[in-house]
Each structure stands twice: as structure tokens, then as C-alpha cells.
């Protein structure tokens, strides 16, 4: 299959059946795998729909500026679509991630900026302060902030990803994805909701518990960065939401790779974490799903994989 761009490359992701990791007894689990995107992550679904939405709307006019804080991965992906649609980025990003990523945000031509932070760990101080210096690059640039937290676009780029899943598991009762800016499990929800009657559990770190108890706390999940409450959440979309402690979610990646040949960051470790705990609740002939957001390989320089 030949496509005209990267971008057009984005999407249509295999459904990966996990068999090692289901607990006895219980409903099958199977993951998307979204390391298959052209940056190796979940994000390229979003960064061509907010970046195309705002082109058509003439929001985002050619050659423009785009600036985000991020991560890494939205970054990454961002930078590949601004790179492929001709736009200058700045990306606002923290010692506290992953350096592969910093580096992959610079490898598409991004400006990247890194904040250092108090202890290199995700802290609730710092959505502020990547705020307050993104503000400042708007008003010396003009650039077009694409808003990642609060941009419904989001949701448009993901409802891909539940309109897949119905199709390539037509038995699905259950879907299960972390929050980070909740455009995903937002989107991907939606999709599904319209069609089926499916169920949403949501899931953070049990370090930083904010959907549950309204309070944020330090930890290391890439990804899972819930801070202040997320705009793009919808109570609608859900039914609960379940806390999976940071160890468990390393532990879970360490063993979907050595056992299930899955190479995956921690986020999608406690994504897969929630899915056996809700595939154990759930009949054999239930069907789970949930996302694999991303490779492992953007996480080899951090102690993930270390034995």
C-alpha cells in the first residue's frame, strides 16, 4: 500500500490479543497497538486532527507558528505533522521526561525548550509553568497554541480509534484507557457509545489520584499527567474510574514484553494493569480492550527495562 504523506499513514493500527497475561477464567483482552503510528504512539491521531482542523478553520495559517507544552509524545507527534505541513514549532517540555522524546521533538525540527523540575518527577506546579512561558512565546511570535488540555479537535482524531475497535472486535464489552488530557478514552469512549453499549473505566496512578479524590500527586507515568481537572473529560462518557499503582504498571510492561513480545511504555503497562483486573470480573466470552499509547522504545534511557 502506497500513501501520499506520513500522515496519511496514521491510524488503522493492528488489535493484538494478549493470551499470557489473562488471568484464568476471564474475559479476553485485546490491545491496540498504536506503536504502528509513524512517531510509534497514540498521539499522531491527535496532532493530524487538531493541526488540520485549524488549517481548514483559518486559524492556522500557512507557515505559522505552532507552540504546545508537552511530555514528549504530543510533541513528537506534532512536530512530525508541523514538519509535513511546512510549520515552525516550539515545544515546552521538562527534564522529567524521557530524553528519547526530547530528542525525537528536535529530529522533526522542533524548537524544544526543557524545563528542570524540582525532583524529575511530573509535579502539580508545572502545567503553570510551562503556562506562563508558552504565553510568552504567543506574544512574541504570534504563534498558534494548539491547546492539547482543553482542543475538542482531539476528540475528532481519536473517535478513529473506537470506530476500529468495533470493527476489528465486534464482541467488545469493556474498554479501558488512562487519562492524561482524556482526549483518547474521550474520544475513542464516544465512538463506541454510539454504537454499543459499552464500558468505560478510566484509570490514573494511584500516586496521583485527581479523577478520584481531587488530589494530584508526584510521579513518573509519561502520559497519565492528570494535574487540574481535565476539560475534555466527560462524566457521561464513563462509569468508574480505577487507580493502578506506578510499580505495578512498570511491572505489567517489563512482563508484556518478556512474555507477550509487547514492547510498551508504563503508561500502557497500567492501561494492561486495569484490563486484567476488569477481565477478571468479566465472563470468558467478554471481550476488554484497551491501547497500547506507544513503544518501548521511547523509554530504553530511563530505568524502565533495567533488570
Given at each position: 500500500?502506497?500513501?501520499?504523506?506520513?500522515?496519511?499513514?496514521?491510524?488503522?493500527?493492528?488489535?493484538?490479543?494478549?493470551?499470557?497475561?489473562?488471568?484464568?477464567?476471564?474475559?479476553?483482552?485485546?490491545?491496540?497497538?498504536?506503536?504502528?503510528?509513524?512517531?510509534?504512539?497514540?498521539?499522531?491521531?491527535?496532532?493530524?486532527?487538531?493541526?488540520?482542523?485549524?488549517?481548514?478553520?483559518?486559524?492556522?495559517?500557512?507557515?505559522?507558528?505552532?507552540?504546545?507544552?508537552?511530555?514528549?509524545?504530543?510533541?513528537?507527534?506534532?512536530?512530525?505533522?508541523?514538519?509535513?505541513?511546512?510549520?515552525?514549532?516550539?515545544?515546552?517540555?521538562?527534564?522529567?521526561?524521557?530524553?528519547?522524546?526530547?530528542?525525537?521533538?528536535?529530529?522533526?525540527?522542533?524548537?524544544?525548550?526543557?524545563?528542570?523540575?524540582?525532583?524529575?518527577?511530573?509535579?502539580?506546579?508545572?502545567?503553570?509553568?510551562?503556562?506562563?512561558?508558552?504565553?510568552?512565546?504567543?506574544?512574541?511570535?504570534?504563534?498558534?497554541?494548539?491547546?492539547?488540555?482543553?482542543?475538542?479537535?482531539?476528540?475528532?482524531?481519536?473517535?478513529?480509534?473506537?470506530?476500529?475497535?468495533?470493527?476489528?472486535?465486534?464482541?467488545?464489552?469493556?474498554?479501558?484507557?488512562?487519562?492524561?488530557?482524556?482526549?483518547?478514552?474521550?474520544?475513542?469512549?464516544?465512538?463506541?457509545?454510539?454504537?454499543?453499549?459499552?464500558?468505560?473505566?478510566?484509570?490514573?496512578?494511584?500516586?496521583?489520584?485527581?479523577?478520584?479524590?481531587?488530589?494530584?500527586?508526584?510521579?513518573?507515568?509519561?502520559?497519565?499527567?492528570?494535574?487540574?481537572?481535565?476539560?475534555?473529560?466527560?462524566?457521561?462518557?464513563?462509569?468508574?474510574?480505577?487507580?493502578?499503582?506506578?510499580?505495578?504498571?512498570?511491572?505489567?510492561?517489563?512482563?508484556?514484553?518478556?512474555?507477550?513480545?509487547?514492547?510498551?511504555?508504563?503508561?500502557?503497562?497500567?492501561?494492561?494493569?486495569?484490563?486484567?483486573?476488569?477481565?477478571?470480573?468479566?465472563?470468558?466470552?467478554?471481550?476488554?480492550?484497551?491501547?497500547?499509547?506507544?513503544?518501548?522504545?521511547?523509554?530504553?534511557?530511563?530505568?524502565?527495562?533495567e533488570p
Open positions: 500500500m502506497t500513501v501520499a504523506s506520513a500522515l496519511e499513514a496514521v491510524g488503522s493500527t493492528p488489535l493484538i490479543e494478549l493470551d499470557t497475561v489473562r488471568p484464568s477464567g476471564g474475559a479476553r483482552i485485546l490491545v491496540k497497538w498504536e506503536g504502528a503510528n509513524p512517531t510509534g504512539s497514540m498521539k499522531d491521531r491527535m496532532a493530524v486532527a487538531i493541526i488540520r482542523a485549524a488549517r481548514d478553520r483559518g486559524e492556522l495559517a500557512p507557515g505559522q507558528r505552532v507552540v504546545e507544552y508537552t511530555g514528549g509524545s504530543t510533541g513528537s507527534s506534532l512536530a512530525m505533522v508541523c514538519a509535513a505541513l511546512d510549520h515552525p514549532i516550539t515545544l515546552l517540555t521538562a527534564d522529567c521526561f524521557a530524553t528519547e522524546k526530547i530528542r525525537t521533538m528536535r529530529a522533526f525540527g522542533g524548537d524544544v525548550e526543557v524545563l528542570e523540575t524540582p525532583n524529575g518527577q511530573v509535579h502539580p506546579g508545572l502545567i503553570d509553568e510551562w503556562q506562563a512561558r508558552l504565553d510568552t512565546v504567543v506574544a512574541e511570535t504570534g504563534a498558534f497554541w494548539t491547546d492539547q488540555l482543553s482542543n475538542a479537535d482531539a476528540l475528532d482524531g481519536y473517535a478513529a480509534l473506537g470506530e476500529e475497535l468495533l470493527v476489528d472486535a465486534p464482541g467488545i464489552t469493556d474498554f479501558v484507557m488512562g487519562v492524561g488530557t482524556g482526549g483518547c478514552a474521550m474520544g475513542t469512549a464516544r465512538a463506541l457509545r454510539a454504537e454499543r453499549d459499552v464500558k468505560v473505566q478510566l484509570l490514573e496512578p494511584a500516586e496521583s489520584p485527581y479523577l478520584s479524590t481531587g488530589e494530584g500527586g508526584d510521579h513518573s507515568v509519561e502520559g497519565l499527567s492528570v494535574l487540574e481537572e481535565p476539560p475534555l473529560v466527560d462524566d457521561a462518557l464513563y462509569d468508574e474510574v480505577r487507580t493502578v499503582p506506578e510499580a505495578d504498571g512498570r511491572a505489567m510492561a517489563r512482563r508484556l514484553a518478556a512474555e507477550e513480545g509487547l514492547f510498551v511504555g508504563t503508561s500502557t503497562g497500567l492501561n494492561v494493569a486495569a484490563a486484567v483486573e476488569r477481565a477478571a470480573e468479566r465472563a470468558t466470552d467478554d471481550v476488554v480492550t484497551t491501547v497500547a499509547c506507544d513503544t518501548g522504545l521511547k523509554y530504553l534511557d530511563g530505568g524502565l527495562f
